[in-house]
């Protein structure tokens, strides 16, 4: 069974750090890329970080705007994990958060294969 199980999330204030991880099992996960999304009620998900299959420091990365210099997307094929490094967290940040795997390029936005539950990133103010 394909699983994808993000945990790290939680309450952080504003200027504070997390670290998401994704575990995943049940298929060949250094065959695929990596992208964490985010997602707020209301509005459209955003990608927010993806990798591609290479989780050497040469992967190929790609960050949506407003997370350049805050954000860092890694993975480790070994473990079978997938990171999002979260640093200077704001309130904007707040959302659900997904990590998500799709054969071919890493890119921003859907189509992705297989996808997570997601965990929540509360920031306060």
């Known amino acids: ?3 994808l199980v993000e945990s790290g999330g939680g309450l952080v204030q504003a200027g504070g750090s997390l670290r998401l991880s994704c575990a995943a099992s049940g298929f060949s996960f250094e065959d695929y890329a990596v992208g964490w999304f985010r997602h707020v009620p209301g509005k459209e998900r955003e990608g927010v970080a993806c990798m591609d299959s290479s989780d050497s420091s040469g992967g ?10 805050r954000f860092t997307i890694s993975r480790d ?3 079978k994990m997938a990171y999002l490094q979260m640093k200077s967290l704001k309130p ?6 997904y990590c998500a795997v799709r054969t ?16 929540q990133v509360t920031v306060s103010s």
């Open 1 to 3: 069974e394909v699983q």
């Open 60 to 69: 190929t990365t790609y960050y949506v705007d407003g997370v350049k210099g």
């Open 77 to 79: 094929n070994a473990k």
């Open 92 to 97: 904007e940040d707040t959302a659900l958060y």
């Open 104 to 119: 071919g390029d890493a890119v921003l936005h859907p189509p992705y294969d297989y996808w997570g539950q997601g965990t």
